[in-house]
């Protein structure tokens, strides 16, 4: 069989020159079940159509899309004041930090040496022996109160303490 007038319509069909009949004539064509050899590279071409209007959709194809543009749930999280002002607080510790060495540096840099290492120029502020060592004793005796008063206190509320733990444990059994 002679299959010119096909392969003229192949031809036209390349350079946009066929008409929707032509067009027509070549589906058929090509639908059939025995092609030439050399024409079947052009089959898929033709027959693509009534190959994709046998497609469908799978059951779940919805599904499957929405639970690809779904947005996930986002859980809101608790922000304190303490935490949404810490990156604040970490700012202001380093500023202070770098102040503070900044200020080191330059009175160690800059500090002029009138430290007296002479200890024979230093002056008694008693003339009295006697009278210097009653000062610094009432002093420390001052001190010592005071530690021994605190010491005291801290031990008492201690005390109080562990009996109203132990109170409220008695009861609570």
């Not at 159509?49 to 899309?65: G, H, I, N, R, Y």
């Not at 779904?70 to 770098?98: C, D, G, N, Q, Y």
Request: proline letters at 3%; a negative charge.
């Amino acid at each position: 069989m002679d299959y010119k007038y096909i392969e003229q319509l192949i031809e036209r069909y390349w350079q946009c020159e066929t008409s929707l009949l032509e067009e027509q004539i070549l589906r058929s064509f090509f639908s059939q079940e025995e092609i030439p050899a050399h024409l079947l590279p052009y089959r898929e071409v033709f027959v693509y159509q009534q190959t994709q209007q046998e497609v469908k959709l799978s059951a779940d194809f919805d599904e499957k899309v929405l639970a690809a543009i779904e947005t996930p749930v986002v859980k809101a999280r608790h922000l304190t004041i303490a935490s949404r002002f810490m990156p604040l607080m970490r700012a202001a510790a380093m500023v202070a930090f770098v102040i503070t060495l900044g200020n080191v540096a330059q009175r160690s840099f800059f500090a002029e040496d009138n430290l007296d290492y002479n200890y024979e120029t230093y002056k008694d502020t008693y003339k009295d022996p006697q009278m210097a060592y009653e000062q610094v004793s009432s002093a420390l005796m001052k001190v010592s109160e005071s530690i021994n008063k605190s010491h005291a206190q801290l031990s008492s509320d201690s005390i109080i303490n562990a009996k109203s733990n132990k109170d409220s444990v008695t009861v609570t059994e």
